[in-house]
Nanobody
Framework: QVQLVESGGGLVQAGGSLRLSCVAS????????MGWHRQAPGKQRELVAA???????NYADSVKGRFTISRDNAKNTVYLQMNSLKPEDTAVYYC???????????WGQGTQVTVSS
């Protein structure tokens, strides 16, 4: 089992920045990929960004050039730096982990990000 705890959400104006953090504990060997998904009201959950332990990343087209995912393997922590935020980025952001880019077995409880126009 893996436990994921997010922090860093909040309210920000359009054009602003936020940094999300997620600390993993438990069976760390099962966190080959760590990522962030989000779910906006009335919409399906979508992958925002993910990173493999070795550093390869994957981003949704909607956030490329604005968001940066990184991880500190020594601290079992993944970060999501979000710049140039838009109102459409408003969602609950979930930290996720799994064995590869296509499988996310573990989910955090989520942190709200609200971008005002």
């Amino acid at each position: 089992q893996v436990q994921l705890v997010e922090s860093g959400g909040g309210l920000v104006q359009a054009g602003g920045s936020l940094r999300l953090s997620c600390v993993a504990s438990g069976s760390i060997f099962m966190t080959n990929v760590m990522g962030w998904h989000r779910q906006a009201p009335g919409k399906q959950r979508e992958l925002v960004a993910a990173i493999i332990r070795g550093g390869t990343t994957n981003y949704a087209d909607s956030v490329k050039g604005r968001f940066t995912i990184s991880r500190d393997n020594a601290k079992n922590t993944v970060y999501l730096q979000m710049n140039s935020l838009k109102p459409e980025d408003t969602a609950v952001y979930y930290c996720t982990s799994g064995p590869n880019f296509n499988m996310y077995r573990y989910w955090g409880q989520g942190t709200q990000v609200t971008v005002s126009s």
